[in-house]
Nanobody, 125 residues
């Protein structure tokens, strides 16, 4: 099982930027499709972005398209989420997830079998 640790969350003003990192260990990182999910208080967990094993294919939720960019560095066993033009509605706990069961970007939480502990992102207005 791969282990995932997120970092990079914090408090930022609306319009600002943050870059989240998800460091993986335990298994060959390039075998895993990676995803970023978020959950705001009182709301269901939702997919934010996903990236294929090679990094060629990506998926973005409509709410973040054009503002967020997901990438990965297989040599460093790390996935990233660059978040620009942040809005207060982006406030949530962001978690990264991994799956070796899906080749392309996976958008359903049920497809993932490894999760990080989450990192808080708070965007003030």
């Amino acid at each position: 099982q791969v282990q995932l640790v997120e970092s990079g969350g914090g408090l930022v003003q609306a319009g600002g930027s943050l870059k989240l990192s998800c460091a993986a260990s335990g298994r060959t990182f390039s075998r895993y499709t990676m995803g970023w999910f978020r959950q705001a208080p009182g709301k269901e967990r939702e997919i934010v972005a996903a990236i294929s094993r090679s990094g060629v294919a990506t998926y973005y939720a409509d709410s973040v398209k054009g503002r967020f960019t997901m990438s990965r560095d297989n040599a460093k066993s790390t996935a990233y989420l660059q978040m620009d033009s942040l809005k207060p509605e982006d406030t949530a706990v962001y978690s990264c997830a991994a799956t070796d069961l899906v080749v392309g970007p996976a958008v359903n939480a049920e497809d993932y079998d490894a999760w990080g502990q989450g990192t808080q992102v708070t965007v003030s207005s």
